[in-house]
């Protein structure tokens, strides 16, 4: 496991740029550095575990979270004043916060205008 440290700019968090070659590093690091140097509190549930390997050059703070938690497939969701990163997956303790709710209004057709809908699913979501 290596260490890495960060550059940034000053300004605003979102808008600090980081520069660092990450390889193999542990993604709870990496996520504490970045956490560290932007000056946001960024908390990631039990489920974030792995390495990365990655290169960013001048990258945003929330571009820097999207391309190192990419390739475990882990997001990342804003909140009012932090950061929670987590799996999607229903089981997971931080799916509830990170899953955005959406009602969507259909127009209304006569059922010969419907286009089929998709099969329910089945079982959890």
Same mark, same amino acid.
């Given at each position: 496991?290596?260490?890495?440290?960060?550059?940034?700019?000053?300004?605003?968090?979102?808008?600090? #740029?980081?520069?660092?070659?990450?390889?193999?590093?542990?993604?709870?690091?990496?996520?504490?550095?970045?956490?560290?140097?932007?000056?946001?509190?960024?908390?990631?549930?039990?489920?974030?575990?792995?390495?990365?390997?990655?290169?960013?050059?001048?990258?945003? #703070?929330?571009?820097?979270?999207?391309?190192? #938690?990419?390739?475990?497939?882990?997001?990342?969701?804003?909140?009012?004043?932090?950061?929670?990163?987590?799996?999607?997956?229903?089981?997971?303790?931080?799916?509830?916060? #990170?899953?955005?709710?959406?009602?969507?209004?259909?127009?209304?057709?006569?059922?010969?205008?419907?286009?089929?809908?998709?099969?329910?699913?089945?079982?959890?979501?």
């Amino acid at each position: 496991m290596k260490s890495a440290a960060w550059a940034g700019e000053a300004g605003r968090p979102a808008n600090k #740029l980081s520069s660092n070659a990450l390889m193999d590093t542990d993604i709870r690091n990496v996520l504490s550095d970045i956490s560290a140097q932007a000056g946001v509190t960024i908390i990631a549930d039990e489920s974030v575990r792995g390495h990365v390997n990655a290169e960013l050059k001048n990258v945003p #703070l929330e571009k820097a979270l999207e391309i190192v #938690l990419a390739a475990g497939g882990y997001v990342v969701s804003k909140k009012e004043d932090y950061y929670l990163v987590g799996s999607a997956q229903p089981q997971t303790p931080t799916f509830a916060a #990170l899953s955005e709710v959406r009602i969507v209004k259909l127009a209304r057709r006569p059922p010969s205008r419907r286009r089929s809908c998709p099969p329910r699913r089945s079982g959890p979501m």
